[in-house]
């Protein structure tokens, strides 16, 4: 099935490197994965707690990024102290099939990677 395309220039992109460089660094897969499976608000601690041990500048980096790609959403609740909860977007839920994907392949193939590079 030819990939659907609306610019000329997509024809000769290869769609795997734009999606490798959304998810560019260590924990951008992991913060992503756990909003989707989360499915619901949660707050900067929790959600740095279920990372460890990702840092706070990094977990911050990503959510930042995600939220300008429309991946994620920040709420911020006029409370006192001020509480901060982030929520996968529909959007970012779209990425739950392609990454319940790659967890499979790896469920089922991670062993023999493992034993082929030693």
């Known amino acids: 099935m030819p990939l659907p395309t609306t610019n000329p ?7 795997i490197t734009d999606f490798v ?3 560019t660094g260590k924990w951008a897969t992991p913060v992503l994965y756990k909003l989707i499976l989360k499915d619901g608000p949660v707050r900067f601690s929790d959600l740095q707690r279920a990372l460890s041990p990702i840092t706070q500048k990094e977990l911050t980096r990503h959510l930042r990024q995600f939220e300008a790609q429309g991946l994620v959403r920040r709420t ?7 509480k901060v909860e ?7 839920k779209t990425l739950k099939e392609p ?3 790659l967890a499979m392949w ?4 991670g062993e023999q990677l493992r034993n082929s590079s030693k």
């Open 76 to 82: 911020v609740h006029p409370d006192m102290p001020p």
């Open 106 to 109: 790896m469920l089922t193939r």
């Open 86 to 92: 982030y929520e996968i977007t529909e959007f970012g």
């Open 9 to 15: 220039d997509a024809q000769t992109r290869c769609p």
């Open 99 to 101: 990454f319940d994907g």
């Open 21 to 23: 460089n959304l998810i």
